[in-house]
């Protein structure tokens, strides 16, 4: 695992960041390559329009999960079980071709002694999700972020998603999904609990 998160964090300094002409300048390079006329009426103002959507779709290179997931916990009162978020939607990018990534992530820990407000961890996921990804990093990221700020007994994180780069172009199979787990602590250590934390994610 810590060959894929080691990178961290993979903020580029504000001076290190192209200016606002040199970007669209390169989106009107991007349309002139796919065969379009960047000066048509109908394209004039994409080039701003993608540079600010560059800034949202990978807002995540600005905040840090941690800063998010720290200083955060909670005392509950002898609550000491297994913690699920299921179903938290994400979208991404992956880093090969730059299209979306589609899914939905499952998180779980394992206390000790402190929790996190629930919407941190969706949090988490989004900041990891507005980057460059492979699935596999991120999935290693959120549970790496969770393990080291809130220091739980465990962690569980299962990542399902399509990936656009094989649904419309490539090998072009639409509909497949790619799953994704990273587990530490006690559900690396106990099989039971990996079971557990599947039969809670999967129970409708
Ligand atoms: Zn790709």
Redesign the pocket.
Known sequence: MDAIVKNFPQTVRESDRPSQQEVEEAVRVLLRWAGDDPSREGLLDTPTRVAKSYRELFAGYDMDPEDVLGRTFEEVAGYDDMVVVKDIPFFSH????M?PIIGKAHVAYLPDGRVLGLSKIARAVEIYGRRLQTQEAMTAQIAKAIDDTLRPRGVAVMLEAE?M??SMRGVQKQGSTTLTTTFTGTFKSDPAEQVRFMTMVRGR
């Open positions: 992956c880093e090969h071709h299209v990936h780069c094989m």
